[in-house]
């Protein structure tokens, strides 16, 4: 139920990110982030949950695509830590002047309690900049772990931009193996 839900809130944006200003600021895929995750919650025995921090950024190497990284650092219940880190590259193209197409490809390490995996992560979806100061994305992202099986999910994420290059951002991510709600800061360069 909570996919359908989500799912029909991406169709409902879509039209109105494409809809959105035709001018505007353009969007940088150079950037800083550091965050506070509210909520981790991991489905299955026992259904865990804590909260966590987590830093990345990317850097754009040409006008197409970019790099990027993420570390997330997880406290759980019952004195379960888990750490994940993820590298990779993405591609992003114009479907108009405030919204772009964007593409990931990355490699996933991730570690709860004592145990270790890693796997291959593949997203597609939409960043739109809505006005000056507030951008919205959101798209699917699926996940393939060597042991731990693979998963599909949604991810929806906005920023209000206080400054020309520096946000506050929140974003949540729905699998059926884990849910994360977390806010941060970004810096764009």
Same mark, same amino acid.
């Given at each position: 139920?909570?996919?359908?839900?989500?799912?029909?809130?991406?169709?409902?944006?879509?039209?109105?990110?494409?809809?959105?200003?035709?001018?505007?600021?353009?969007?940088?895929?150079?950037?800083?982030?550091?965050?506070?995750?509210?909520?981790?919650?991991?489905? *299955?025995? =026992?259904?865990? +949950? #804590?909260? /966590?921090?987590?830093? $990345?950024?990317?850097?754009? @190497?040409? %006008?197409? !695509?970019?790099?990027?990284?993420?570390?997330?650092?997880?406290?759980?219940?019952?004195?379960?830590?888990?750490?994940?880190?993820?590298?990779?590259?993405?591609?992003?193209?114009?479907?108009?002047?405030?919204?772009?197409?964007?593409?990931?490809?990355?490699?996933?390490?991730?570690?709860? *309690?004592? =145990?270790?995996? +890693? #796997?291959? /992560?593949?997203?597609? $979806?939409?960043?739109?900049? @809505?006005? %000056?100061? !507030?951008?919205?994305?959101?798209?699917?992202?699926?996940?393939?772990?060597?042991?731990?099986?693979?998963?599909?999910?949604?991810?929806?994420?906005?920023?209000?931009?206080?400054?020309?290059?520096?946000?506050?951002?929140?974003?949540?991510?729905?699998?059926?193996?884990?849910?994360?709600? *977390?806010? =941060?800061?970004?810096?764009?360069?």
């Amino acid at each position: 139920m909570k996919r359908i839900a989500l799912f029909g809130s991406l169709c409902l944006l879509a039209p109105t990110a494409l809809l959105a200003q035709e001018t505007g600021p353009g969007m940088s895929y150079s950037a800083f982030d550091v965050g506070y995750l509210i909520d981790v919650e991991l489905d *299955g025995p =026992g259904n865990i +949950d #804590g909260d /966590g921090f987590e830093i $990345g950024g990317s850097y754009e @190497l040409t %006008d197409k !695509f970019y790099v990027f990284g993420e570390w997330q650092d997880w406290s759980l219940d019952a004195g379960v830590d888990g750490e994940q880190l993820e590298l990779g590259g993405g591609f992003h193209t114009p479907l108009s002047n405030t919204v772009d197409f964007v593409a990931t490809l990355s490699y996933l390490d991730a570690e709860i *309690g004592n =145990g270790d995996d +890693d #796997g291959l /992560g593949l997203s597609g $979806g939409v960043r739109a900049r @809505l006005s %000056d100061s !507030f951008e919205l994305d959101g798209g699917v992202r699926f996940v393939d772990f060597d042991e731990g099986g693979n998963d599909t999910g949604f991810t929806v994420g906005g920023r209000w931009y206080f400054a020309d290059n520096m946000a506050i951002t929140a974003r949540a991510d729905f699998f059926d193996d884990v849910d994360v709600l *977390g806010v =941060g800061f970004r810096v764009e360069f």
